[in-house]
């Protein structure tokens, strides 16, 4: 089936410092979408990507649906103690007329103050 | 808090029982999709319902089913329970023509 390689698999960084993640598939996806899981608690929209090459950002906050619809990148800027939880990619598969988003197997991100 | 609303929160119960899992969509939402999240599979789409409908469906055994109420209220159903059915549920939902998908407060499962 479809799957999507989320990497890093987690992070450690210094308060401040600025982190980047990905997600890449061998196959073509119609919308990306960036997640963000604190500990028992449901995933959190950050972005969503509709456009092959669009850039997104909201707030400290930036992510780009890749040219070739097979990638897509999330950057967080001066990070915060906040930011500390899992970030998940997910994606609409291009053959899918359905709702049904495949999920990466996300970044665990700490920070350190 | 997303507006999905889930219950009950925790549920602990024994191999071979069936459960019911609750989800209340987001006001206006006539998507609902449920996930099953555990550590070594991450997230995993079960099933979609729109508008009262079967719209897709995932990796979901055939001891789980699941509907849409013309409330548009879901439940999700795990009967003959096993060990390895311990997990978080989630429930999401989004508005018609729109993928963006939010999630509930999620169920914990835990068989023992």
């Known amino acids: 089936g479809q799957q999507l390689n989320q990497s890093p698999q987690s992070m450690f960084i210094q308060e401040g410092e600025d982190v980047s993640m990905n997600c890449t598939s061998s196959?073509?996806?119609?919308?990306w979408l960036w997640y963000k899981q604190d500990p028992g608690e449901g995933p959190v929209l950050l972005i969503a990507?509709?456009?092959?090459?669009e850039l997104t950002s909201n707030g400290r906050l930036t992510a780009q649906f890749g040219i070739t619809r097979k990638d897509s990148f999330l950057n967080i800027s001066a990070s915060i103690p906040s930011d500390v939880g899992i970030y998940f990619c997910?994606?609409?598969?291009?053959?899918?007329?359905?709702?049904?988003?495949?999920f990466g197997q996300g970044t665990t991100l700490q920070v350190k103050p | 808090d997303s507006g999905v609303t889930q219950t009950p929160k925790h549920l602990i119960t024994a191999t071979g029982q069936r459960v019911t899992l609750r989800c209340s969509p987001r006001?206006?939402?006539?998507?609902v999709y449920w996930y099953q999240q555990s550590l070594d599979q991450g997230l995993q789409f079960l099933i979609q319902?729109?508008?009262?409908?079967?719209?897709a469906k995932g990796n979901i055994l055939e001891r789980f089913s699941a509907q849409q109420f013309p409330d548009l209220h879901s439940e999700l159903n795990l009967s003959s329970l096993e060990l390895g059915d311990s997990a978080l549920y989630f429930c999401?939902?989004?508005?018609?023509?729109?993928?963006?998908?939010?999630f509930g407060p999620g169920t914990r499962l835990t068989v023992l």
């Open positions: 999401a939902s989004s508005p018609a023509g729109n993928n963006e998908q939010f």
């Open positions: 196959s073509i996806f119609n919308t």
């Open positions: 990507l509709y456009k092959a090459g």
């Open positions: 997910a994606g609409q598969p291009g053959s899918s007329n359905t709702g049904k988003l495949i």
């Open positions: 006001s206006g939402d006539l998507s």
């Open positions: 319902y729109y508008n009262g409908e079967e719209r």
